[in-house]
């Protein structure tokens, strides 16, 4: 398997701008993740996914970011307007939900907003 | 906010000693325990997870987890410079799928 795939790996952008981050789960697997990294917060929860529906999605941190998954295989991550303080990694992740649930990461988006 | 405590280091350990990674969480409720690897500009990668009380061991990693005192460690054996990394330490509670990460502790082998 490929594992977790994201695009784009590296995203640079001026304050304002709308941002999409992709990601493609593991094969078979039913829930994905996206997360956030930045050295001030460490690994931060944004919402998560089961069957392709929204679960959680209470880490979101405003309305400016939104979330879809339309299937099995594909999820995004929207930024709308950009803002220098959303600069981070995100990362999605997967997982079967059933025995240990580990989640596999995928490479990470690294954002930087201008 | 259900919290994940670690110390951020660095810890730093000479080639082929042990290394001790500690964590502590706050919710009373968790269930399952993960420590992940995470490499400077990498993704994390996981090592090993651990549900019941006690240690379990996989290769040179023992995974070490105390329910009464909301403890869990990881310990390194035979420590290689290539074990220099962040350890995140993640927990999952009862109530969801999704995992709540502490910030990492830093592990430096020194040769």
């Known amino acids: 398997d490929a594992g977790v795939i994201q695009s784009p790996r590296h995203e640079v952008t001026e304050m304002g701008q709308e941002v999409t981050l992709r990601c493609k789960p593991i094969?078979?697997?039913?829930?994905l993740f996206w997360y956030r990294q930045t050295m001030m917060r460490g690994l931060e929860l944004l919402i998560y996914?089961?069957?392709?529906?929204?679960?959680?999605d209470s880490g979101m941190p405003e309305d400016r970011f939104s979330a879809k998954m339309p299937n099995a295989s594909f999820s995004t991550l929207k930024i709308q307007p950009s803002e220098p303080r959303d600069s981070a990694v995100y990362f999605c992740?997967?997982?079967?939900?059933?025995?240990?649930?580990?989640?596999?990461f995928g490479a990470g988006s690294r954002l930087t907003v201008l | 906010q259900k919290e994940v405590e670690q110390n951020s280091g660095p810890l730093s350990v000479p080639e082929g000693a042990i290394a001790s990674l500690n964590c502590t969480y706050s919710d009373r409720g968790s269930q399952s325990f993960f420590w992940y690897r995470q490499y400077s500009g990498k993704s994390p990668e996981l090592i090993m997870f651990i549900y019941s009380n006690g240690d379990k061991e996989d290769g040179r990693f023992t995974a070490q987890l105390n329910k009464a005192s909301q403890y869990v460690s990881l310990l390194i054996r035979d420590s290689q410079p290539s074990d220099s990394a962040t350890y995140l330490c993640a927990v999952r509670g009862n109530s969801g799928y999704a995992l709540n990460f502490g910030k990492g502790t830093s592990l430096l082998v020194t040769p």
């Open positions: 094969s078979g697997h039913n829930s």
């Open positions: 996914f089961n069957n392709n529906v929204p679960i959680d």
């Open positions: 992740a997967s997982s079967l939900v059933s025995g240990a649930n580990v989640l596999t």
